[in-house]
């Protein structure tokens, strides 16, 4: 029988952790440093992905995604370097999906010619909004129009392209949302990412709010309106929502993300990095040092940046299953629920969801409404209340 990660398959998450300022809403493990010694963190990510492998050797890599942080200020010899490495550890898939986030400012822009040639095929731009105010107060180091330049440069460069917006902003009603979401729209290509924005604690936006500094606000009422808002105008263009926050036409869905969401395994790789892992039948989590300079430290002297590798009871592996799956438009299969967990949702749970109209069961398929989807996490809550 073969293990449940080759439902989804098999990815490897590589984190660069620097950027060039921390925005104000990111509560990403992200830092800024002012001198980077890149040469000695591309070895110390070489010699992770050989520790990697030399567990996993015998998978097919479906995607290679490199997060952040800004994997953009890399170089691209820097990137060449990790990717070679990758690429005599495992063996690839024929369309293997190899993705770079990236700001886009002109001096990143600049380098996207040489991230091609390296072997990445798609980038994901965070624009997260069409106006210079908002750029400023998220404390973006873009303009609208070095945006606009780099996504078109990126269009010119790669296979495939994707940029973020951020939504619900301070100030923003559903009217500014609608006129910047039919924009970015006329400038998307197949894939988009749309994120309201939370307020999240440690962060610079969630200190304001605590202190009563964060004004305009768009009400819970607005926020709705603009995340069913964008549903519409995003599948009148042809951009489905295969899942709460990522829009895309048909076949140009992140595969990297799909397999998270359909609960593949993955390694991290980097500061901070998780990953799922399948070994000898069981299912582990997996952590790495959080700190910089901890994790370099780790791989060098210890060979290994992980701090952490538990092993996943069943019942963990079922509400990870429902958590990242429920997400996506296609919804997922119960009898994988059951097969992972041992045991069943309860039908009465699922036929009064049904009956609420925020959930479907078809074919042994369940699926989160349209209606359910803002209040996914009060129907993962009810779902798993017996589990």
């Known amino acids: 029988m073969q293990d449940d990660w080759q439902n989804a398959g098999f990815g490897l998450y590589i984190h660069w952790p620097f950027c060039s300022a921390k925005c104000p809403y990111c509560d990403f493990n992200s830092y800024v440093a002012d001198h980077i010694d890149e040469d000695r963190w591309v070895r110390a990510y070489i010699r992770e992905i050989e520790r990697i492998a030399s567990q996993t050797s015998d998978r097919i890599l479906k995607s290679v995604f490199f997060g952040g942080g800004t994997p953009s200020l890399m170089s691209e010899n820097a990137v060449g370097a990790i990717l070679e490495a990758v690429g005599k550890n495992w063996r690839f ?10 700001n886009p400012t002109s001096v990143e822009a600049s380098r996207f010619e040489g991230y091609r040639a390296a072997g990445v095929n798609r980038v994901s731009l965070g624009i997260q909004a069409l106006n210079d105010p908002d750029l400023k107060r998220l404390g973006r180091l873009h303009s609208v129009a070095e945006g606009l330049a780099a996504l078109e440069i990126a269009k010119k460069t790669f296979e495939r392209t994707s940029f973020d917006l951020i939504y619900s902003r301070q100030d923003q ?14 400038l998307a290509g197949d894939h988009l990412s ?3 924005l939370t307020i999240e604690p440690n962060t610079a936006f969630g200190d304001r709010y605590k202190a009563g500094k964060l004004k305009g606000l768009p ?20 951009l489905c929502s295969y899942e709460v926050s990522n829009f895309a036409q048909k076949g140009a869905e992140s595969r990297h993300n799909l397999i998270y969401w359909r609960y593949g395994d993955y390694a991290g790789i980097g500061p901070g990095a998780h990953g799922r892992l399948t070994l000898g039948g069981h299912r582990f989590a997996t952590e790495t040092e959080l700190s910089p300079m901890g994790w370099l430290t780790k791989v060098e002297k210890n060979g290994s940046g992980e701090v952490a590798r538990s092993s996943l009871s069943k019942q963990e592996q079922g ?21 992972l967990t041992g045991s069943a949702i309860s039908p009465s749970v699922i036929e009064n969801l049904s009956e609420l109209g925020m959930v479907r069961l078809e074919n042994g398929i369940l699926q989160v ?9 009060a129907i993962l809550r009810d779902l798993l209340a017996d589990q």
């Open 173 to 186: 009603t559903l009217a500014d949302w609608e006129t910047e979401l039919r924009v970015a729209l006329d």
């Open 93 to 102: 898939t024929n369309d293997i999906e190899i993705t770079l986030e990236a």
């Open 369 to 377: 409404s349209e209606k359910g989807r803002p209040l996914i996490n």
């Open 319 to 339: 509400t990870e299953f429902l958590l990242m799956g429920l997400r996506l438009a296609e919804g997922v299969s119960l009898d994988r629920y059951s097969h």
């Open 219 to 238: 009400s819970e009422d607005a926020e709705a309106d603009m995340y069913f808002r964008t549903q519409e105008l995003c599948a009148d263009r042809g």
């Open 194 to 196: 749309m994120y309201q």
